[in-house]
């Protein structure tokens, strides 16, 4: 039996056997294998290769048939990889030297070909990083055999291990069997982890080398309470978390009886809990969960699968969240797009430095046509409900002001088009970079609400990666200079008059709650599942009690300091939940 602890991202307990992915989605388990067996498996691989060599070649046997020479001329390129002696010379001497799998070693010299190409000065060359990745997927299937399979074939539940996942990869697993998630990699804030939480089933990431150490069909424990994982787990253990996962189960339960009360304090105050969602149908689920509308749909992740959306299919999209909200206020996000966002075509493309490179608004920005698409989109879904628009992570007033032309822009293509429109569409923006936090007062006088978008805010005020597992330990939403920031917008937004809300992951962390109304917010947003729980906290406890708290918290000097006071002061409102 083997524990792991790593960062909790979505809370309860999932039992299960193990599936060990790989980055393309096969099931290749990282595995070493003994002395006896690298015969063996030097012998599957020949036979990969030449299964392989063969199957291009019928390929290019038919393309050039139907399409000609010329088209088929790129599969006599993959062809010419694999029977380069180099690459068989490489491949097996990671398997006699390190006794790595044939699949292992198979797709480590492919990674390593895949980044060379990708590094290539000329175009035409990093293009071929695309050949490179299908043959890869390619000798791995054939390497790999059977088991070679595709998640949404799974035919029983089953916990998903990988290395990491991509936000395309993590946004299908809802239509698997899969039932809880463990990453070697990621952080609390990272775009995975938010797509999880949404999804709403146990997941721990940040484990570091727990995809080495599993193999597929082994049983895996997710405890998503606490923080880790247990492999292998012995009867005893077993049988402990199964009775925690019912008393969990029934916990859940309770909460979504909440669902028709409002978020009131004992004294009377409302608090608004709005939903954050990533794709239309969330809308309905948020409803569910009892939100007062969507204060966060994060857009971009239209852009996340294999064809991009024309105007038609986002408004579409956001007609659809908009019906979903049951007339309930949404709050559209402009795209997010760049750093753990990217398009299909971006991913090969990294920057040497993505949070800190050409991402959301700059990006939109740079994009001009597809920002106007979109808006354009937007605007028109607006007759159909109440929306408001929010762009992210500004810095500078320029861009605000850049942002705003281009949707009046978009207002006057639609006016010559004789296409209708809502008119009086309320526009806002995410505050979450320390440069905008300090111009706040600037800020708040062209808009008409603020977001305050902590997920991004807490990495860029303590230069710390959201999604880094190895810097996880300074990533805190309790650092004090995170909750004097907070302090001060909420305190600027209240005096200009404009309404100030907050969407990061902290809003939907109930060891928070007390803090954050106590400084004066009146509206949260939150992964919709978080919802019923925060709502049962803001019952629990009066606005005068939440400000006595949020006063001390301010008054601490060191972030453990913070966090082991609002821990104690919501323990004692919620004694027996799993906080
Ligand atoms: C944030 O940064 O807090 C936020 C809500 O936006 P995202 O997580 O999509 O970057
Ligand atoms: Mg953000």
Not at 326 to 337: A, N, S
Request: glycine fraction near 8%; aromatic fraction near 6%; include cysteine.
């Amino acid at each position: 039996m083997q524990i792991l602890t790593g960062t909790a991202v979505s809370p309860g307990i999932a039992i299960a056997e193990a599936v060990v992915l790989d980055a393309e989605e096969l099931r290749i388990p990282r595995r070493m294998v003994t002395k006896e067996e690298i015969g063996p498996e030097i012998d599957e691989l020949d036979s990969a290769l030449a299964t392989s060599i063969e199957e291009i070649g019928a390929q290019h046997e038919d393309v050039k048939h139907r399409l000609g020479h010329d088209a088929a001329d790129v599969f006599n390129w993959h062809i010419g990889v694999l029977k380069d002696p180099i690459l068989r010379k490489d491949i097996v001497g990671l398997m006699e030297g390190r006794q790595y799998s044939a699949a292992y070693a198979v797709s480590t010299v492919m990674r390593g070909l895949q980044r060379r190409f990708m590094q290539m000065k000329d175009p035409l060359l990093a293009e071929r990083m695309r050949d490179v990745q299908d043959i890869e997927r390619r000798l791995l299937r054939n390497v790999l055999g059977k088991s070679a399979e595709d998640i949404s074939h799974l035919s029983q539940e089953a916990i998903l291990v990988a290395h990491d996942l991509t936000t395309s990869q993590t946004a299908r697993l809802s239509s698997t069997k899969i039932v809880g998630v463990a990453l070697d990699v990621g952080g609390a804030t990272s775009h995975t982890a938010i797509l999880l939480r949404s999804w709403g089933k146990p997941a721990v990431l940040g484990l570091k080398n727990l995809s080495t150490h599993v193999s597929g069909g082994d049983t895996v424990i997710v405890d998503g309470l606490n923080h880790m994982v247990v492999a292998g787990p012995d009867e005893a253990t077993l049988e402990d978390y199964r009775s925690k996962r019912a008393s969990f189960v029934k916990l859940i339960d309770a909460l979504d009886e909440l669902r028709e009360f409002p978020a009131e304090t004992a004294d009377g105050v409302r608090v608004e809990l709005h939903g954050n969602i990533e794709y239309p149908f969330e809308a309905g689920v948020s409803r569910q969960k009892g939100a007062d509308g969507i204060g966060l749909y994060r857009t971009e992740f239209l852009f996340l699968g294999d064809d991009d959306p024309d105007e038609e299919e986002q408004y579409e999209a956001y007609c659809k969240a908009i019906a979903g909200a049951e007339g309930k206020q949404v709050t559209i996000r402009t795209f997010d797009l760049g750093a753990d966002k990217v398009t299909q075509k971006k991913h090969f493309e990294p920057e040497r430095n993505p949070m800190l490179g050409n991402r959301s608004i700059r990006y939109s920005l740079q994009h001009l046509e597809m920002f106007k698409v979109q808006l354009r989109a937007i605007l028109r879904a607006a007759r159909t409900g109440n929306v408001r628009v929010m762009f992210p992570l500004l810095t500078t007033l320029m861009e605000l002001r850049q942002a705003k032309m281009t949707l009046l822009d978009a207002m006057e293509d639609l006016d010559e088009a004789g296409i209708r429109y809502g008119k009086d569409i309320d526009i806002g923006m995410m505050m979450e970079t320390p440069a905008a936090a300090s111009q706040c007062k600037e800020f708040a006088r062209e808009v008409k609400f603020v977001s305050i978008g902590t997920n991004d805010l807490i990495q860029y005020l303590l230069a710390t990666d959201r999604g880094n597992e190895r810097v996880s330990r300074y990533y805190t939403a309790s650092h004090p200079a995170v909750l004097r920031t907070i302090r001060d917008v909420v305190r600027t937004c209240v005096k200009g008059g404009v309404d100030c809300s907050l969407c990061g992951e902290m809003a939907g962390e109930p060891v928070y709650t007390l803090l954050l109304i106590g400084l004066g917010l009146r509206k949260l947003s939150m992964a919709p599942n978080n919802i019923p729980e925060i709502k049962k906290l803001i019952r629990s406890c009066s606005m005068k009690k939440a400000e006595r708290v949020a006063k001390r918290a301010l008054t601490f000097e060191t972030d453990a300091q913070v966090t082991n006071y609002l821990r104690a002061e919501t323990k004692k409102l919620l004694p027996d939940d799993p906080i």
